[in-house]
Every structure is written in structure tokens, then in C-alpha cells.
């Protein structure tokens, strides 16, 4: 079991900026991927950008309110990964979800991730 703590979530202004962080615990050692998720009220959970530990890789989703060029995916150890969010819009108002997998396919498929953290809630106000 891999366990994830979300921190780092809050109000904000529109064009502002926070960092996510999450820490996991347990058998981090067998994991392949952790990365982000969010899940705005009434909507489905949307991929944000996941990291891949062996290979160093990041990979961002391509919603049409594309995170990409904003917000950045870091890690630095196999047990806490960082979302760096910048120009900050209402839009990104969501529930904020850190996940990991012991192997993935489809990176955008929630379905494809083992474990889930509690979520921390990142408001942008206008």
C-alpha cells in the first residue's frame, strides 16, 4: 500500500500562483508513476500531468484549458512530487488529487491509478 498527503492548496487571485506538494509513505518502492489530477464541481476528474520515476519523464494533459506552459510537474525523491501552478484562472478552481500507479498505460485514465490522495482544494478567485 502507498499512502498520499496533499498539501498546498488555498484561495488565490486570478493570475496568481501556488505549489502543490505530496508526500507518499509505504511501499514507495514499487512505484512507477505519481502525478495529478483535479476535479472541478460537477465535472469528471481531468488528467493534469504525471511524472514517470525510472525515466525522469513528465507528461501534461491536453484539455482545452491546457495547464500546459503553466503549471510544472518536479519530484525530488521517489516519496514527494510538486505542482508548481502559475497564471492561475477560475477555471483551475478544482479539488486537486495526487496519484500514483505501479504501472500505466494511458496516463489520462483515472482508472489506471492504484492509489489516491484525500485532495486539497485550490480556489481562484476573479
Known amino acids: 500500500q502507498v499512502q498520499l498527503v496533499e498539501s498546498g492548496g488555498g484561495l488565490v487571485q486570478t493570475g496568481g500562483s501556488l505549489r502543490l506538494s505530496c508526500a507518499a509513505s509505504?511501499?514507495?518502492?514499487?512505484?512507477?508513476?505519481m502525478g495529478w489530477f483535479r476535479q472541478a464541481l460537477g465535472k469528471e476528474r481531468e488528467f493534469v500531468a504525471v511524472?514517470?520515476?525510472?525515466?525522469?519523464?513528465?507528461?501534461?494533459g491536453r484539455s482545452a484549458d491546457s495547464v500546459k506552459g503553466r503549471f510544472t510537474i518536479s519530484r525530488n525523491n521517489q516519496t514527494m512530487i510538486f505542482l508548481q501552478m502559475n497564471s492561475l484562472k477560475p477555471e483551475d478552481t478544482a479539488v486537486y488529487f495526487c496519484?500514483?500507479?505501479?504501472?500505466?498505460?494511458?496516463?489520462?485514465?483515472?482508472?489506471?491509478?492504484?492509489?489516491w490522495g484525500q485532495g486539497t482544494q485550490v480556489t481562484v478567485s476573479t
Open positions: 511524472t514517470i520515476w525510472n525515466r525522469g519523464n513528465s507528461y501534461y
Open positions: 496519484v500514483a500507479t505501479q504501472k500505466v498505460s494511458a496516463f489520462g485514465n483515472p482508472d489506471q491509478y492504484d492509489y
Open positions: 509505504g511501499r514507495t518502492f514499487t512505484t512507477y508513476a
